[in-house]
């Protein structure tokens, strides 16, 4: 089996939130699987030069844009035994940053497209070709409008992930010819709503639709998570799916993390999570009196639920939790909880950045991680905190849902709950503040945790199915 994975950011070269996870870890599962996965990426300025010296160019080729063409260098880099290629154009990718710009539809139409013209100067022709988001989904429009005809293209199949539907690569018409190349006879394919609509297109045209997590796949045919994509998802329904992420469990391992104060397994996991919380306590001048943790690190932004946080945020502190708060986004998040620190000096800590050293600190030293998201294609970080013995209190949604269950029968891995109201929250923070004063049966619940195995493994033998009945296909 033959698989392109196609995304727009992969760790460790460059990434800005979970779909750099998924595409640094989850080939590399797939390859020790059996599976021959290689992964194309955008040469962005961001990549550090150390990792940039170690590639090796093989050619340059030009690419359709509308009406022009441009330049694309191809370079690869093989990192821990997965082949990744690497699309070149200084004009699109020399910045600093990897979205945000003004011309981001122009950018990845150009390598929505690239990635196909690349197989023209490469050995490797894919069974799949897996397309991830809205910055590679004109990839299988392309494919489908002009290379099925020919020979290499004529039998790849193609799979494209929505990893988070509300970005959907929305632009206005008039980019569908002079930029993306797709004539009127055409447009309808990516037209959506008086929009050109990218995630449209490879919904319309991918062979198979994969989201992050079973419970978000239905979550997606409903109005209220749809984004407005719901009546086409519908009709679609038929090559829908649902496969839960995994996380890098050799990079989230609380034995070997060299970032924290102490390593620490289940045996040991009372006295190197004491050690980790103390330093974290430390770093955030919170009191050392006893007093569970309860952290969160985030995109401050609504749809993470941090409406309800606000809500109860005075109760939770009332109420003897301590809260950490790591994170940037919305000013109106980032400036109350920097209020809400200044006013609760010794119980609430707070730091507006994205430091992923700190986050590790974070994860080993609380005692509870809180995720209340109004919606959660799949999440990763409480499987993070699970890793680390860290207690999840989370909304049941999306992956959320697939990944912790409530521990009120003694058999669960963290504490849920279902209405999306802060009240409801509160009730589920104080359940869990009053099983953190149970020693026993806290000790019990993180050695259940820590128990918990999300690595890719299980995840990559689901997509490799999901591939092998693609291929089938005509």
Request: charged share 20%; glycine share 8%.
């Amino acid at each position: 089996m033959k698989v392109l994975y196609c995304a727009s950011e992969a760790k460790p070269f460059a990434a800005s939130g979970g779909l750099g996870d998924v595409a640094g870890s989850l080939p590399l599962s797939l390859v020790k699987s059996g599976v021959d996965c290689r992964v194309v990426m955008p040469l962005y300025a961001d990549i550090k030069e150390e990792l940039r010296n170690e590639f090796t160019y093989l050619t340059n080729f030009t690419v359709p844009v509308g009406w022009r063409n441009q330049y694309c260098g191809l370079f690869e880099y093989e990192y821990k035994g997965v082949k990744f290629y690497f699309l070149d154009n200084e004009y699109y990718f020399k910045r600093s940053g990897l979205y945000g710009f003004y011309d981001d539809g122009e950018r990845f139409a150009f390598f929505s497209r690239a990635i196909l013209e690349m197989l023209f100067y490469t050995e490797f022709t894919p069974d799949v070709i897996h397309t991830n988001d809205w910055q590679t989904a004109l990839t299988p429009v392309y494919l489908n409008l002009y290379y099925r005809h020919l020979e290499k293209f004529s039998a790849i199949k193609t799979v494209f992930t929505i990893h988070n539907i509300q970005y959907q690569g929305k632009y206005g018409l008039e980019i569908l010819e002079d930029t993306c190349g797709i004539g009127a006879r055409d447009a309808h394919i990516v037209e959506y709503d008086g929009c050109t609509n990218f995630m449209k297109g490879a919904i319309e045209t991918a062979d198979r639709i994969s989201t992050v997590s079973p419970s978000y796949a239905g979550e997606i045919l409903d109005p209220w998570f749809s984004h407005g994509l719901d009546d086409l998802l519908r009709q679609k329904q038929y090559k829908l799916c649902g496969i839960l992420n995994g996380i890098d469990v050799d990079s989230y391992n609380p034995e070997t993390d060299k970032g924290i104060a102490q390593n620490f397994n289940a045996k040991t996991v009372e006295k190197g999570k004491a050690a980790c919380k103390k330093e974290l306590q430390e770093i955030f001048g919170l009191e050392q009196d006893g007093s569970p943790v309860m952290a969160m690190v985030t995109r401050l932004v609504a749809h993470k639920g941090l409406d309800l946080v606000r809500a109860v945020a005075e109760n939770i502190i009332a109420e003897g939790i301590q809260l950490v708060i790591l994170g940037t986004g919305e000013y109106a998040y980032e400036s109350f909880f920097s209020e809400l620190a200044a006013h609760h000096p010794g119980r609430c800590g707070v730091r507006i950045a994205f430091v992923p050293a700190l986050a590790s600190k974070i994860y080993a030293g609380s005692d509870i991680f809180l995720m209340p998201s109004k919606s959660e294609p799949c999440g990763l970080a409480q499987m993070i905190s699970l890793r680390y013995g860290t207690i999840p209190v989370v909304r049941e949604t999306g992956g959320l849902r697939d990944s912790i269950t409530d521990s009120g029968d003694g058999e669960g891995n963290g504490f849920t709950f279902k209405s999306y109201n802060a009240h409801d929250m509160m009730h589920a923070c104080w359940r869990a503040k009053e099983g953190y004063y149970n020693h026993k049966g806290w000790l019990q619940l993180v050695k259940r945790a820590m128990a918990c195995d999300f690595s890719w493994k299980a995840s990559a033998a689901k997509h490799i199915e999901m591939y092998e009945q693609v291929s089938s296909l005509w």
